[in-house]
C-alpha cells in the first residue's frame, strides 16, 4: 500500500480561507488511530446532536466497529486540531472490489473498476469551527488520500435534506450519479473520477427539486448527473445535464 501524504506527525493544513486566518493558522492535521477514539466519539456527539434533519446523518449501530474501518489498512481518518482539541475529521475507505457495501455496486460500476473505487464516508466539523471551509478542505485532502492508495473514483452518499455537504461535494467537482438504497436509507451517491472527469451535454440540462426523489431517479435512469444547484428562497433545484459516454470509464 503507498505512503498516505500525510504522516502521523502534526502537520499544518494548508488553503483554509483568510477571513479567519486568527484561528485557521492555529489548526495542525495529522491521520488520527484507536488512541484517538475517545475525541472522534466527542465530536460526533456534538456534531449528531445539532443536525438541522435527523435524516442527514444515520448514526451507525457498532460506532466501533466503524471507526476501526476507517483505519489503516482498510480505510484512513485525519483529524484537525485546535491545540490538543480535535475539532473536525474526515473519512476515506478502501473497500475490496468484493466487498458488498462497496458503493461500486449501486453505481453499476464493471468488475475491473469496483478495485478503483474509494469511499469518501463521515466528515464532521464542530458548530464552533465552521464557516472555514474546513469541510471542503477535507474533502481535498480525501482525494489526495484516495490517489495516494492507487483509488482514482471516489464516491459518497448523502442525505436528500444534507444541502450543506452536498454543496461542498459539487463545489469540489464531484456530481451526483445515482439515488439508491443504502444501507436502509434513501441516498445520492456523488462521484468523481480523478483520471478521466465527466463529459455533459451542456444543452440537455433539467432543474430538479433536491427533495424530489422519483424525478431525480428517472433522470438517472435515463442518463443525467447532476452537477450543480439553483438555490432559491424556499427551495433549491438540482441542476442535470446529460452525460457525454466518451470518457474512459462508465460513470
Known amino acids: 500500500m503507498s505512503p498516505s501524504p500525510l504522516s502521523s506527525s502534526f502537520a499544518t493544513l494548508p488553503d483554509v480561507p483568510n477571513a479567519q486566518a486568527r484561528h485557521a493558522s492555529m489548526l495542525r492535521a495529522r491521520l488520527l488511530n484507536e488512541a484517538d477514539a475517545d475525541d472522534i466519539a466527542m465530536l460526533r456527539d456534538e456534531v449528531l446532536g445539532g443536525l438541522s434533519h435527523p435524516d442527514c446523518y444515520i448514526r451507525e449501530d457498532d460506532e466501533a466497529a466503524f471507526l476501526r474501518a476507517h483505519r489503516a489498512p482498510c480505510g484512513e481518518t485525519v483529524g484537525m486540531f485546535d491545540g490538543k482539541r480535535l475539532v473536525a475529521y474526515a473519512m476515506i475507505g ?76 459539487l463545489r469540489r467537482g464531484l456530481h451526483l450519479a445515482a439515488l439508491a438504497q443504502i444501507d436502509g436509507v434513501q441516498r445520492q451517491i456523488a462521484l468523481i473520477d480523478l483520471d478521466h472527469g465527466l463529459h455533459v451535454d451542456t444543452g440537455d440540462e433539467r432543474l430538479i427539486d433536491s427533495n424530489d426523489a422519483a424525478a431525480q431517479r428517472s433522470a438517472f435512469a435515463e442518463g443525467y448527473v447532476a452537477l450543480g444547484e439553483v438555490r432559491e428562497a424556499a427551495r433549491v433545484r438540482l441542476r442535470f445535464l446529460r452525460r457525454l459516454d466518451v470518457q474512459f470509464s462508465p460513470l
Open 94 to 169: 478502501l473497500p475490496a472490489h468484493d466487498d458488498p457495501a462497496n458503493l461500486a455496486h449501486a453505481l453499476g460500476l464493471p468488475l475491473p473498476l469496483r478495485g478503483a473505487l474509494a469511499h469518501l464516508a463521515s466528515c464532521m466539523v464542530h458548530p464552533d469551527w465552521r464557516g472555514l471551509g474546513l469541510q471542503r478542505t477535507l474533502l481535498g485532502t480525501r482525494l489526495a488520500l484516495a490517489r495516494s492508495h492507487g483509488r482514482h473514483l471516489c464516491a459518497a452518499v448523502v442525505s436528500l435534506h444534507n444541502h450543506t455537504s452536498r454543496h461542498n461535494m
